[in-house]
């Protein structure tokens, strides 16, 4: 039976995301079900239908699923996860294929869509904001570095621990901000911006694998990058001092780096980003939905 069935998302509210191996205060719960004859075949999905944000799904095992028409990676006990960027359509299908009778569903969800405040930001280094042709492929060289750091599709769920904040501070830059450098517009914000003295100490927000250390990114300046499974990445960046090692296992709150202010920057602060491979998805929503465990 080859059945292509179409539904829409139903959100409702639960205390709990166990099903998931998490142990979440209050999350959003997205649960799809569709009877196939006898049969009941459900999708669950845990986070916040918005741009910016992290979904964990999870179908029966032995399914197969497409984001938008490419496929995600489903674990074989049905645990998925996406991400949906900064400006992520208004609306989005996933499509299940049951691996045991071959039933399809195609799912459609509506993402909310934010507006995005303009942040002007003053008295960087005017070669961050115009790079002279010298450095054209030091910077090209860098992104690659990062992206391949980005790429790492490891089985292991460290981002099923929860989020905690890598350090205390006032919030002074957020996610998908219309940056303006120096009177000149520039890339969108994706990160979270934390002031904070040079040299605090910045821990690990969550458990996770070192993927990259470098200590003098034309942008970036002090960079680190670890991996939490499944393509859930964290950057750090403006960093004045790297702890962690390059492949070293880290546990939620280790220390791994220290503030400052490399790069392109106007003063010490950490610049904190959470990625789903090449996708940039909010820290804060992320530590909205999910917090790590207070245990």
Known sequence: MNELIKSK???????????????????????????VGSAV???ELTGALSQGSLLIGRVAPGSTVELMN?????????????????????????????GREGNQELHEFSVAQREYREQRVNGVPQKTVTP??????????EAVLVKQARSGDGHYRDFLRGFQKPLKGPITGV?????????????????????????????APAPGVVTLVHRDMFYSGGTLIVDHGHGISSTFIHLSDVVAENGQRVEAGDLIARVGATGRATGPHLDWRINWFNVRLDPELVLKYFPASAE
């Open 9 to 35: 998302g139903i959100k409702i509210e639960s205390d709990s995301a166990m099903k998931l191996g998490m142990s979440l205060p209050r999350c959003l719960i997205v649960l799809v079900v569709t009877l």
């Open 41 to 43: 075949s459900a999708l």
């Open 70 to 98: 490419h496929q995600i990676r489903v674990e074989a006990d049905g645990l998925f996860v996406f991400g949906l960027g900064r400006d992520a359509p208004s609306k989005i299908t996933l499509l299940t294929v049951d």
């Open 132 to 141: 002279p042709n010298e450095v054209l492929e030091r910077i090209r060289q």
């Open 175 to 203: 996610y998908g901000s219309r940056r303006v450098y120096n009177g000149k517009p520039g890339s969108p914000h994706y990160g979270l911006d934390i002031a904070a003295p040079k040299g605090t100490d910045v821990f």
